[in-house]
Protein backbone atom coordinates (compact mmCIF):
# COMPACT_ATOMS: atom_id res chain seq x y z
CA UNK A 1 0.00 0.00 0.00
CA UNK A 2 1.38 3.91 -1.39
CA UNK A 3 -0.06 7.13 -1.65
CA UNK A 4 0.05 8.93 -5.12
CA UNK A 5 -0.08 12.17 -6.09
CA UNK A 6 -3.28 13.20 -8.22
CA UNK A 7 -1.85 15.64 -9.95
CA UNK A 8 2.40 14.70 -10.48
CA UNK A 9 2.47 11.43 -9.54
CA UNK A 10 4.96 11.26 -7.14
CA UNK A 11 4.30 8.13 -4.57
CA UNK A 12 4.42 8.40 -0.83
CA UNK A 13 4.95 5.45 1.72
CA UNK A 14 1.13 5.48 3.27
CA UNK A 15 3.43 6.09 6.65
CA UNK A 16 3.79 9.45 5.48
CA UNK A 17 2.83 12.32 8.19
CA UNK A 18 2.52 14.67 5.03
CA UNK A 19 -1.40 15.52 4.28
CA UNK A 20 -0.75 16.07 0.74
CA UNK A 21 2.43 15.97 -2.23
CA UNK A 22 5.05 18.51 -1.94
CA UNK A 23 3.32 20.05 -5.65
CA UNK A 24 -0.25 20.44 -3.27
CA UNK A 25 -1.42 17.32 -5.05
CA UNK A 26 -4.23 15.24 -3.11
CA UNK A 27 -3.09 11.73 -2.07
CA UNK A 28 -4.80 8.66 -4.11
CA UNK A 29 -4.52 5.57 -3.29
CA UNK A 30 -2.55 2.42 -4.65
CA UNK A 31 -3.31 -0.85 -3.10
CA UNK A 32 -4.32 -3.86 -5.47
CA UNK A 33 -7.53 -5.43 -4.31
CA UNK A 34 -8.85 -9.39 -4.71
CA UNK A 35 -12.42 -10.10 -6.65
CA UNK A 36 -14.75 -8.99 -4.51
CA UNK A 37 -16.51 -12.81 -3.10
CA UNK A 38 -19.26 -12.33 -0.99
CA UNK A 39 -17.69 -16.08 0.23
CA UNK A 40 -14.54 -14.19 1.11
CA UNK A 41 -16.62 -11.56 4.04
CA UNK A 42 -16.06 -12.04 7.82
CA UNK A 43 -19.51 -12.88 8.80
CA UNK A 44 -18.19 -13.45 12.36
CA UNK A 45 -17.46 -10.42 12.46
CA UNK A 46 -20.18 -7.51 13.04
CA UNK A 47 -18.77 -4.15 11.58
CA UNK A 48 -17.32 -2.69 8.22
CA UNK A 49 -14.27 -5.23 8.87
CA UNK A 50 -16.09 -7.66 7.58
CA UNK A 51 -14.94 -6.85 4.31
CA UNK A 52 -11.54 -6.03 5.68
CA UNK A 53 -9.83 -8.99 2.84
CA UNK A 54 -11.11 -5.83 0.15
CA UNK A 55 -10.10 -2.63 2.29
CA UNK A 56 -6.27 -1.48 2.47
CA UNK A 57 -5.18 -1.80 6.14
CA UNK A 58 -1.70 -1.41 7.86
CA UNK A 59 -2.25 -5.00 9.34
CA UNK A 60 -5.10 -7.41 10.55
CA UNK A 61 -5.15 -6.41 14.20
CA UNK A 62 -4.67 -2.22 14.95
CA UNK A 63 -8.31 -2.24 13.91
CA UNK A 64 -9.73 -4.89 16.40
CA UNK A 65 -8.58 -2.00 18.81
CA UNK A 66 -10.77 0.75 17.00
CA UNK A 67 -13.79 -0.30 16.04
CA UNK A 68 -17.14 0.73 17.99
CA UNK A 69 -19.18 -1.99 15.57
CA UNK A 70 -19.63 1.03 12.95
CA UNK A 71 -21.61 -0.60 10.26
CA UNK A 72 -24.13 -3.54 9.27
CA UNK A 73 -26.64 -0.50 8.99
CA UNK A 74 -30.58 -1.85 7.93
CA UNK A 75 -32.00 -1.25 4.61
CA UNK A 76 -35.78 -0.49 5.03
CA UNK A 77 -38.65 0.35 2.52
CA UNK A 78 -40.38 3.64 2.60
CA UNK A 79 -42.52 2.89 -0.18
CA UNK A 80 -42.66 1.00 -3.40
CA UNK A 81 -40.27 3.04 -4.99
CA UNK A 82 -37.85 3.91 -2.15
CA UNK A 83 -35.20 1.85 0.40
CA UNK A 84 -33.61 3.67 2.76
CA UNK A 85 -30.10 2.83 3.85
CA UNK A 86 -30.26 3.54 7.35
CA UNK A 87 -26.76 4.76 8.50
CA UNK A 88 -27.27 6.97 11.34
CA UNK A 89 -27.56 3.26 13.04
CA UNK A 90 -23.94 3.92 13.91
CA UNK A 91 -22.04 4.98 17.02
CA UNK A 92 -21.46 8.46 16.38
CA UNK A 93 -25.14 8.22 14.43
CA UNK A 94 -23.26 8.77 11.04
CA UNK A 95 -22.01 7.47 8.20
CA UNK A 96 -18.80 9.24 8.95
CA UNK A 97 -18.18 6.30 11.40
CA UNK A 98 -17.25 4.28 8.28
CA UNK A 99 -14.51 6.45 7.08
CA UNK A 100 -13.28 7.35 10.65
CA UNK A 101 -13.11 3.65 12.16
CA UNK A 102 -10.29 2.92 9.33
CA UNK A 103 -8.19 6.81 9.13
CA UNK A 104 -7.94 5.99 12.95
CA UNK A 105 -6.37 2.86 13.07
CA UNK A 106 -4.33 3.75 10.40
CA UNK A 107 -3.40 6.92 12.82
CA UNK A 108 -2.70 4.32 15.39
CA UNK A 109 -0.91 1.85 13.12
CA UNK A 110 1.39 4.33 11.85
CA UNK A 111 2.07 5.70 15.14
CA UNK A 112 0.43 9.19 15.22
CA UNK A 113 -0.17 10.08 18.82
CA UNK A 114 -1.92 13.42 18.01
CA UNK A 115 -4.47 14.83 15.14
CA UNK A 116 -6.21 17.81 13.39
CA UNK A 117 -9.11 17.74 11.80
CA UNK A 118 -11.82 20.19 10.39
CA UNK A 119 -15.44 19.09 9.99
CA UNK A 120 -19.42 20.62 9.94
CA UNK A 121 -20.13 18.57 12.59
CA UNK A 122 -20.18 14.72 11.49
CA UNK A 123 -16.87 13.44 10.51
CA UNK A 124 -14.99 15.76 13.48
CA UNK A 125 -17.39 13.72 15.85
CA UNK A 126 -16.89 10.55 14.30
CA UNK A 127 -12.94 11.14 13.95
CA UNK A 128 -12.73 12.39 17.85
CA UNK A 129 -14.95 8.95 19.13
CA UNK A 130 -12.17 7.42 17.57
CA UNK A 131 -9.50 9.05 18.77
CA UNK A 132 -11.08 8.48 22.20
CA UNK A 133 -10.83 4.61 21.54
CA UNK A 134 -7.72 5.01 20.59
CA UNK A 135 -6.25 6.96 23.03
CA UNK A 136 -4.89 9.69 20.32
CA UNK A 137 -5.35 13.10 21.02
CA UNK A 138 -8.15 15.24 19.17
CA UNK A 139 -8.18 18.80 18.04
CA UNK A 140 -11.67 19.18 15.90
CA UNK A 141 -12.42 22.89 13.99
CA UNK A 142 -15.90 23.40 13.45
CA UNK A 143 -17.40 26.59 11.62
CA UNK A 144 -19.53 28.57 13.92
CA UNK A 145 -23.14 27.48 12.99
CA UNK A 146 -22.23 24.15 13.89
CA UNK A 147 -25.36 21.81 15.37
CA UNK A 148 -24.71 23.06 19.64
CA UNK A 149 -25.59 19.25 19.99
CA UNK A 150 -22.49 18.40 17.45
CA UNK A 151 -20.02 20.40 19.42
CA UNK A 152 -21.40 18.81 22.43
CA UNK A 153 -20.84 15.08 21.00
CA UNK A 154 -17.69 16.61 19.92
CA UNK A 155 -16.29 17.52 23.22
CA UNK A 156 -17.76 14.58 25.04
CA UNK A 157 -15.33 12.36 23.42
CA UNK A 158 -12.22 14.28 25.08
CA UNK A 159 -11.75 16.59 22.19
CA UNK A 160 -11.02 19.92 21.84
CA UNK A 161 -13.39 21.74 19.59
CA UNK A 162 -12.24 25.02 18.13
CA UNK A 163 -15.17 26.85 16.56
CA UNK A 164 -13.90 29.15 14.10
CA UNK A 165 -16.14 32.17 12.81
CA UNK A 166 -17.03 32.16 9.25
CA UNK A 167 -17.88 29.67 6.92
CA UNK A 168 -16.97 25.68 6.41
CA UNK A 169 -13.89 26.83 3.67
CA UNK A 170 -12.73 29.39 5.80
CA UNK A 171 -12.77 26.76 8.89
CA UNK A 172 -11.34 24.26 6.84
CA UNK A 173 -8.42 27.38 5.77
CA UNK A 174 -7.94 28.14 9.51
CA UNK A 175 -7.30 24.06 10.48
CA UNK A 176 -5.07 23.21 7.32
CA UNK A 177 -2.62 26.76 7.92
CA UNK A 178 -2.07 25.25 11.55
CA UNK A 179 -1.22 21.63 10.01
CA UNK A 180 1.05 23.76 8.22
CA UNK A 181 3.10 25.37 10.34
CA UNK A 182 2.81 22.94 13.06
CA UNK A 183 3.09 19.80 10.92
CA UNK A 184 0.60 17.91 13.38
CA UNK A 185 -1.48 14.64 11.59
CA UNK A 186 -4.08 15.62 9.72
CA UNK A 187 -6.87 13.42 9.91
CA UNK A 188 -9.60 15.12 7.44
CA UNK A 189 -11.97 13.10 5.44
CA UNK A 190 -10.86 14.52 2.29
CA UNK A 191 -7.22 14.96 2.19
CA UNK A 192 -6.47 11.47 3.53
CA UNK A 193 -7.23 8.60 1.27
CA UNK A 194 -7.67 6.01 4.00
CA UNK A 195 -11.10 7.25 4.59
CA UNK A 196 -12.89 6.04 1.47
CA UNK A 197 -11.86 2.41 2.23
CA UNK A 198 -14.26 3.02 5.05
CA UNK A 199 -17.32 4.75 3.25
CA UNK A 200 -16.67 2.09 0.80
CA UNK A 201 -18.12 -0.01 2.53
CA UNK A 202 -21.39 1.08 2.15
CA UNK A 203 -21.65 -0.57 -1.02
CA UNK A 204 -20.22 -3.39 -0.23
CA UNK A 205 -23.19 -3.62 2.31
CA UNK A 206 -25.78 -3.06 -0.19
CA UNK A 207 -24.59 -5.97 -2.46
CA UNK A 208 -24.40 -7.96 0.71
CA UNK A 209 -27.57 -7.43 1.89
CA UNK A 210 -29.81 -7.48 -1.10
CA UNK A 211 -27.37 -9.71 -3.51
CA UNK A 212 -27.73 -6.62 -6.09
CA UNK A 213 -27.00 -2.91 -6.34
CA UNK A 214 -30.66 -0.46 -6.55
CA UNK A 215 -30.79 0.91 -10.40
CA UNK A 216 -31.09 4.53 -8.88
CA UNK A 217 -28.50 5.72 -5.89
CA UNK A 218 -29.42 8.93 -4.36
CA UNK A 219 -25.90 10.51 -2.70
CA UNK A 220 -25.19 13.37 -0.94
CA UNK A 221 -21.93 15.45 -2.35
CA UNK A 222 -20.71 17.91 -0.15
CA UNK A 223 -16.47 17.09 -0.48
CA UNK A 224 -17.72 13.55 -2.04
CA UNK A 225 -16.86 11.59 0.94
CA UNK A 226 -19.86 9.21 0.58
CA UNK A 227 -19.75 9.59 -3.48
CA UNK A 228 -16.15 8.70 -3.50
CA UNK A 229 -15.94 5.73 -1.58
CA UNK A 230 -19.28 4.54 -3.47
CA UNK A 231 -17.88 5.04 -6.74
CA UNK A 232 -14.53 3.16 -5.60
CA UNK A 233 -16.50 0.21 -4.67
CA UNK A 234 -19.14 0.31 -7.60
CA UNK A 235 -16.18 -0.04 -9.74
CA UNK A 236 -14.44 -2.84 -7.41
CA UNK A 237 -17.82 -4.87 -8.04
CA UNK A 238 -17.96 -3.58 -11.92
CA UNK A 239 -14.52 -5.36 -11.96
CA UNK A 240 -15.14 -8.39 -10.19
CA UNK A 241 -18.20 -9.22 -12.59
CA UNK A 242 -20.57 -9.05 -9.55
CA UNK A 243 -22.58 -6.69 -11.37
CA UNK A 244 -23.27 -5.49 -15.01
CA UNK A 245 -23.23 -2.37 -15.14
CA UNK A 246 -23.21 1.26 -13.29
CA UNK A 247 -26.67 2.09 -11.56
CA UNK A 248 -28.08 5.34 -12.09
CA UNK A 249 -26.14 7.74 -9.93
CA UNK A 250 -28.28 11.01 -8.58
CA UNK A 251 -25.63 13.33 -6.65
CA UNK A 252 -26.91 16.42 -4.79
CA UNK A 253 -26.00 19.25 -3.86
CA UNK A 254 -27.89 22.72 -1.51
CA UNK A 255 -29.06 25.45 -3.98
CA UNK A 256 -27.20 27.98 -2.46
CA UNK A 257 -23.68 26.00 -2.55
CA UNK A 258 -23.83 23.72 -5.82
CA UNK A 259 -20.27 24.19 -7.01
CA UNK A 260 -19.96 20.57 -8.53
CA UNK A 261 -24.06 21.13 -10.01
CA UNK A 262 -22.80 24.26 -11.80
CA UNK A 263 -19.34 22.56 -12.79
CA UNK A 264 -21.27 19.36 -14.62
CA UNK A 265 -24.34 21.26 -16.55
CA UNK A 266 -21.46 23.30 -17.98
CA UNK A 267 -19.05 20.34 -18.41
CA UNK A 268 -16.13 21.96 -16.48
CA UNK A 269 -13.50 19.88 -15.07
CA UNK A 270 -12.88 22.00 -12.03
CA UNK A 271 -15.71 22.96 -9.77
CA UNK A 272 -17.16 26.19 -10.55
CA UNK A 273 -16.83 28.99 -8.68
CA UNK A 274 -19.57 30.30 -6.07
CA UNK A 275 -20.12 32.53 -3.22
CA UNK A 276 -22.03 30.15 -0.68
CA UNK A 277 -24.82 31.28 0.96
CA UNK A 278 -26.61 29.82 4.62
CA UNK A 279 -28.03 26.38 4.38
CA UNK A 280 -29.65 24.55 6.43
CA UNK A 281 -27.88 21.25 4.79
CA UNK A 282 -24.59 22.30 6.68
CA UNK A 283 -23.17 19.06 6.13
CA UNK A 284 -22.95 19.21 2.30
CA UNK A 285 -22.36 23.35 1.94
CA UNK A 286 -18.87 23.18 0.89
CA UNK A 287 -17.97 25.58 -1.61
CA UNK A 288 -14.62 24.62 -2.57
CA UNK A 289 -14.27 20.72 -2.74
CA UNK A 290 -10.84 19.89 -2.85
CA UNK A 291 -11.48 16.48 -4.28
CA UNK A 292 -13.62 18.50 -6.74
CA UNK A 293 -11.87 17.47 -10.09
CA UNK A 294 -11.74 13.76 -8.72
CA UNK A 295 -15.44 14.15 -8.41
CA UNK A 296 -15.89 15.32 -11.77
CA UNK A 297 -13.83 12.38 -13.36
CA UNK A 298 -16.63 9.95 -12.17
CA UNK A 299 -19.14 12.58 -13.31
CA UNK A 300 -18.69 12.64 -17.01
CA UNK A 301 -17.09 8.98 -16.97
CA UNK A 302 -20.40 7.28 -15.55
CA UNK A 303 -23.22 10.09 -16.62
CA UNK A 304 -23.61 10.78 -13.10
CA UNK A 305 -27.18 13.62 -12.82
CA UNK A 306 -27.08 16.51 -10.31
CA UNK A 307 -29.84 17.85 -8.97
CA UNK A 308 -30.62 20.81 -6.33
CA UNK A 309 -32.06 19.99 -2.67
CA UNK A 310 -34.65 22.60 -2.67
CA UNK A 311 -34.04 24.96 0.22
CA UNK A 312 -37.79 25.61 0.55
CA UNK A 313 -38.37 21.70 1.03
CA UNK A 314 -36.31 20.40 2.74
CA UNK A 315 -38.00 20.89 6.14
CA UNK A 316 -41.28 19.49 4.10
CA UNK A 317 -39.38 16.14 3.68
CA UNK A 318 -38.03 15.69 7.14
CA UNK A 319 -41.82 15.89 8.66
CA UNK A 320 -42.73 13.40 5.95
CA UNK A 321 -40.02 10.85 6.94
CA UNK A 322 -40.57 11.65 10.44
CA UNK A 323 -44.32 10.78 9.79
CA UNK A 324 -42.89 7.37 9.10
CA UNK A 325 -40.60 7.14 11.84
CA UNK A 326 -37.40 8.48 9.82
CA UNK A 327 -35.95 10.95 12.27
CA UNK A 328 -33.07 12.18 10.60
CA UNK A 329 -31.18 15.38 10.58
CA UNK A 330 -31.56 18.47 7.65
CA UNK A 331 -28.82 17.67 5.91
CA UNK A 332 -30.01 14.00 5.31
CA UNK A 333 -33.45 15.27 4.89
CA UNK A 334 -31.57 16.94 1.88
CA UNK A 335 -31.60 13.55 0.46
CA UNK A 336 -35.32 12.60 0.17
CA UNK A 337 -35.90 16.54 -0.86
CA UNK A 338 -33.42 16.36 -3.71
CA UNK A 339 -35.14 13.39 -4.77
CA UNK A 340 -38.35 14.00 -4.60
CA UNK A 341 -37.87 17.06 -7.12
CA UNK A 342 -35.35 14.54 -9.01
CA UNK A 343 -38.87 12.75 -9.93
CA UNK A 344 -40.57 16.15 -11.03
CA UNK A 345 -37.86 16.89 -13.41
CA UNK A 346 -36.83 12.71 -14.50
CA UNK A 347 -40.27 11.38 -13.93
CA UNK A 348 -41.26 8.15 -11.52
CA UNK A 349 -37.82 6.60 -10.21
CA UNK A 350 -38.30 3.75 -8.65
CA UNK A 351 -35.37 1.06 -7.07
CA UNK A 352 -34.07 3.85 -5.76
CA UNK A 353 -31.76 3.80 -2.95
CA UNK A 354 -31.39 6.81 -0.57
CA UNK A 355 -28.64 6.91 2.20
CA UNK A 356 -30.07 7.90 5.93
CA UNK A 357 -26.50 9.83 6.90
CA UNK A 358 -27.32 11.26 10.17
CA UNK A 359 -29.96 11.34 13.10
CA UNK A 360 -32.35 13.96 13.89
CA UNK A 361 -31.64 14.77 17.26
CA UNK A 362 -27.85 16.08 16.20
CA UNK A 363 -29.68 19.30 14.49
CA UNK A 364 -32.44 20.06 16.21
CA UNK A 365 -31.52 23.79 16.66
Known amino acids: MRFICSLCGKTEPSDTRKAHCDCGGLWKLDCPLPVFDLAEIDRDEWSIFRYRRFMALDDDSTWRKTTLGEGMTPIVRLDENVLLKMDYYMPTLSFKDRGAAVLVAHCLAIGVD ?57 CADVCREKVERQGVYYANHVYNPLFYEGTKTYIYEVYEQLHRIPANLVIPVGNGTLFLGVMHALEHLLESGCIEKMPQIIALQPQTCDPLLRAAAQGLPEPAAVSPTPTIAEGIAIGRPMRGREILEYVYRYGVRFIHAPEDRILDARSALAAKGIYCEHTTAANYAAYLAYTEQYGPTPDCLITMCGAGLKSDH
Open 114 to 170: SVVQDSSGNAGNSVAAYCAKAGIRCEIFVPEGTSPKKIDMIRAHGALCTVVPGNRDH
